[in-house]
C-alpha cells in the first residue's frame, strides 16, 4: 500500500511537471508573440524615422529652392524695371522728339504760306 501510494505520488508529480511545462511552453508562446509584436512596432517606428529624416531632408531642399527662385525673381524684376524705365525715356525722348519736328514742320509751312501770300 505504501508502494501504491508512493506511486500515486510520483504519478501526481509527474502530472504536475507535465502541466507545469505546458503552462511555461504556453507562456514562451506568449512571450514570442509579444516579441514578434514588439520588434513590428520598433521596425514601424524606424521606418517613420527615416520617413520624417527623409522628408525633413526634402523640406530643407524645397526651402533653399523656393530662397533661390525668390532671389532669381527679384534679380529679373530689377532689371525688368530698369528696362521699363529706359524704354520708358527712350519713348518720352521720341515724343519730344516728334513734337518738335511737328513744331519746325508747322514753322516751315507758316512761313511757306507767309511767302506765298507776299508775293
Known sequence: MAEQKSND???YS???HRNEIE???N???GLNDKLSVFNDLT???NQHKK???DNENARAKLQDHIVETSKKIDEDTTQHKNYQTTLIN???DLKRQMQNLKQEMSR???QHVDEQQRQ
Request: hydrophobic fraction near 35%.
Open 23 to 25: 503552462h511555461l511552453k
Open 51 to 53: 520617413m520624417l529624416k
Open 14 to 16: 509527474v502530472q504536475e
Open 43 to 45: 521596425s514601424d517606428v
Open 9 to 11: 505520488e510520483l504519478k
Open 27 to 29: 507562456t514562451l508562446i
Open 90 to 92: 527712350e519713348n518720352d
Open 108 to 110: 516751315q509751312q507758316q
